[in-house]
């Protein structure tokens, strides 16, 4: 225990140093997540069709294949075309464009599922389809969205975990170099593991915070 305890004090400065930047990483890959999804999702539902095809193909891209592969892809392969992007760069970009994907799906379930007679009235009294979108649907959407949005955040602060192999000292970069310094790899991983729980675990009850103070009392999902 003594031994345990002295390897705990040792690499806790390191710990929290690497647990910064993953929250560092992880709140900029999904603010261009949002950025990215957003959009996406509006047009996936309100696009004309070849847009829709296009965005569809985004969303397939992203969704279908591992996001470590995605990685390796724009931090390796993207040099042998002449585009090279640093460790931080690379990996805020490829998490961010694979969030997109995810949150523009969320989106369009949730577009899709307010009903469909607030557009028609809303064009009944005048209003533009732009204006209905962005006045009147998009803001119940936005609600609706926000439990499955929470998933995104929680999988995001996990999925921070591959950039160690582009060398960024996050908490499992840290980690690495702790268990290759104190030869204790076992011990070190578990309090990362630690780490991690705690980490998931205050983001879900902020989440659940904001879902409760942001619950419109009658919205449904007319859908349903």
């Keep these: 225990m003594q031994q345990f305890l002295e390897l705990l004090g040792n690499a806790f400065p390191y710990l929290v140093a ?13 603010l261009l997540g949002i950025a990215i999804g957003l959009p996406t999702g509006v047009g ?3 696009g004309p069709p070849w847009l ?4 569809g193909a985004y ?9 470590l592969i995605q990685l390796f892809f724009v931090y390796y392969g993207l040099p042998s075309l002449g585009i090279t992007f640093p460790q931080f760069i690379a990996a805020l970009l490829t998490l961010g464009l694979n969030s997109g994907a995810y949150q523009a799906e969320y989106l369009r379930g949730a577009l899709q599922s307010v009903g469909v007679g607030q557009m028609t009235a809303a064009r009944a009294i005048g209003m533009s389809e732009t204006q209905a979108i962005r006045s009147i649907i998009l803001p119940q ?15 995001m602060l996990k ?5 160690f192999v582009i060398a960024i000292p996050d908490l499992m970069g840290q980690a ?3 268990a290759s310094k104190y030869f204790a790899p076992l011990p070190i991983y ?21 879902e409760r103070r942001t619950q419109i009392p009658g919205l449904t999902n007319e859908a349903e």
Aim: glycine content about 6%; hydrophobic content about 60%.
């Design 159 to 163: 999925n921070t975990a591959v950039v």
């Design 176 to 178: 690495k170099i702790l």
């Design 44 to 46: 996936r539902v309100y």
């Design 59 to 67: 969303v397939t891209l992203f969704q279908g294949t591992p996001l």
């Design 190 to 210: 578990m309090i990362v593991a630690v780490f991690y729980i705690v980490l998931v675990g205050i983001t879900y009850l902020l989440l659940r915070q904001v």
């Design 18 to 30: 690497g647990t910064l930047e993953t929250l560092r990483i992880a709140t900029g890959a999904l």
């Design 52 to 55: 829709q095809r296009v965005l």
């Design 141 to 155: 959407a936005l609600r609706l969205v926000l439990p499955a949005w929470s998933n995104e955040v929680i999988a």
